[in-house]
């Protein structure tokens, strides 16, 4: 039982990333997913989240520029960001409402 997140990395302000989340062991379908965040020194937060269904819900400050949307085919749950910015800065992790969390991965958006 584990999810695994992939796609971060070092990215200019304004650029885009696309982090995945691969979740194997469970009925990746029938549970809700989050995206939560973390930067230094900061309590974690909850940036995005789908239901099994597919309802959303965002951050106030990432609304219009990120997107979360899950492949149940694939056992993915992705998180589209773009116009990023410095505060954007993070480790962005996965969290399966079974529940479960992945490792995270470094989002950095400098010049």
């Known amino acids: 039982v584990q999810l695994v997140e992939s796609g971060g990395g070092l990215v200019q302000p304004g650029g885009s990333l696309r982090l995945s989340c691969a979740a194997s062991g469970f009925s990746f379908s029938m549970y809700a997913m989050n995206w939560y965040r973390q930067s230094t020194g900061k309590q974690r937060e909850l940036v995005a989240g789908i239901t099994n269904g597919g309802r959303t819900n965002y951050l106030d400050g990432v609304k219009g520029r990120f997107t979360i949307s899950r492949d149940n085919a694939k056992n993915t749950v992705y998180l589209q960001m773009n116009s990023l910015k410095p505060e954007d800065t993070a480790v962005y992790y996965c969290?399966?409402?079974?529940?479960?969390w992945g490792q995270g991965t470094q989002v950095t958006v400098s010049s």
């Open positions: 969290y399966a409402a079974y529940p479960l």
